[in-house]
């Protein structure tokens, strides 16, 4: 049973940083491509930034410069290092996994930025 656990997420000041982690409790080796991906009131989940199992990431315009995403794969690990933290970054964070063609998600976690 494949799960996925964020974490990090909370209230921060604009202009902050958070680093989330999203932990998995398999391997994360295996996994094609693993994401992070956000949800504010009101609005459709957006995809954020992605890693590759080869290493390769994108990222969204929104966060471009601003969001890092890395893996660990000796702690089964995905981060998602926000700096430069703006208040329309307010959301739930959600991290994803895909394995072929299964895919998992984590339960959120809330990032709320004040102005």
């Known amino acids: 049973q494949v799960q996925l656990a964020e974490s990090g997420g909370g209230l921060v000041q604009a202009g902050g940083s958070l680093r989330l982690s999203c932990a998995a409790s398999v391997s994360i080796v295996s996994f094609n491509v693993m994401g992070w991906y956000r949800q504010a009131p009101g609005k459709q989940r957006e995809l954020i930034a992605t890693i590759t199992s080869g290493d390769n990431t994108a990222s969204a315009d929104s966060v471009k410069g601003r969001f890092t995403i890395s893996r660990d794969n000796a702690k089964n690990t995905m981060y998602l290092q926000m700096n430069s933290l703006k208040p329309e970054d307010t959301a739930v964070y959600y991290c994803?996994?895909?394995?072929?063609?299964?895919?998992?998600w984590g339960q959120g976690t809330q990032v709320t930025v004040s102005s």
């Open positions: 994803h996994a895909r394995l072929i063609v299964d895919v998992y």
